[in-house]
């Protein structure tokens, strides 16, 4: 049956169809048009019925022409649009990439992942939360320093040096910050280590974890931004894990995780790896950045995994999951 497919690809920079080229990108975002398009030519080069768009517009508009949605459309300026698209799918009835709407809910609200988190018996930062209309009030929760950014969303948006805040003063200028912006804050604490990216892809539904991937940036706190996510700035750096202790410690953490947030097609797991070895989850995200230079494909290849070897395998295991094949 899959020879047969309507694939539509939708991603903001998703190309129109034929195209031999990435479209034009804005600054800010990088290296995200070469991304969507390598994307679009896996799907182009295995599948004879590929059409693209970048909005739920055209899901609407042609639901009924379509077979199966490959998404990767996580940012769009409305709220919630990480959830909206697998949500008009389920409406639809059209099996897509991902996760089902409640599934990428829970990735999407820090808050709720780290209470998951807790359950599965993994340490967290501890942490509160600030509503985008609510005053944040005068008595610390715990000791800092801190680490402010949004509640909600992906891909480090509004995250940079001025995240981590040494007093509460400090902290209440950032939840302010983000709250002028239309962002509902999440106040951690902030823990000093090292970052790591858990990627896992599933077999049958059971999940395989792929070496962790240990960032490292040149900015204070090893903090990671938005902008260097999308190489539009320099100063992350990224490599596979060797140390077998590690690498056991992370996998046995993200096999329980995994557990708890299927039905799903892949998924990355972030931690931060204390000073004194203590594992830290931070967040887990659903149809994550899988660009070749992405900690995934990073991961991937040294498993001797290709790129679009990597790509087709989640999605035949989507496609097995739904009943596609």
């Known amino acids: 049956m899959k020879d047969n497919l309507t694939i539509a690809f939708i991603a903001q920079y998703a190309p129109p ?21 390598d994307i679009y030519s896996v799907l182009k080069n295995n599948f004879a019925n590929v059409v693209t768009g970048n909005d739920a517009n055209f899901i609407i508009k042609n639901h009924d022409k379509i077979d199966y949605i490959f998404t990767l459309l996580n940012r769009a300026p409305y709220r919630n649009s990480e959830v909206f698209i697998s949500s008009l799918a389920e409406y639809y009835k059209l099996p897509y990439l991902g996760a089902r709407p409640n599934i990428r809910a829970l990735a999407e609200d820090k808050h709720l ?84 990216s858990s990627p896992v892809v599933f077999k049958n539904g059971n999940p395989i974890i792929l070496p962790p991937v240990q960032e490292k940036s040149i900015l204070k706190g090893n903090v990671v931004t938005y902008f260097q996510k999308r190489k539009v700035i320099d100063g992350l750096s990224r490599t596979v894990e060797t140390s077998l202790e590690i690498t056991e410690k992370i996998a046995k953490a993200s096999k329980i995780i995994a557990h708890y947030i299927r039905p799903i097609d892949y998924t990355r797991i972030d931690y931060i790896v204390k000073n004194d070895g203590e594992l830290i989850f931070l967040e887990f995200n659903v149809c994550c950045n899988l660009g070749i230079q992405s900690s995934f494909a990073i991961s991937a290849q040294s498993e001797g995994i290709s790129h679009s070897q990597l790509v087709l395998s989640i999605l035949n295991e989507s496609f097995r999951r739904q009943g596609l094949t």
């Open 17 to 37: 169809v034929g195209s031999e080229t990435p479209v034009l990108a804005i600054a800010e975002n990088g290296i995200y048009n070469k991304y969507h398009y």
């Open 113 to 196: 992942a780290k209470i998951m988190a807790s359950f599965c018996g993994i340490s967290t930062p501890r942490w509160i939360t600030v509503d985008m209309d609510e005053e944040l009030q005068g008595i610390q929760s715990f000791e800092g320093p801190y680490f402010v950014k949004p509640r909600y969303g992906a891909s480090s948006k509004y995250i940079d040096e001025n995240s981590i805040c040494q007093t509460w003063q400090d902290v209440k200028e950032r939840v302010t910050y983000l709250q002028k912006n239309n962002e509902d804050a999440i106040i951690e604490e902030f823990i000093d280590g090292i970052y790591y």
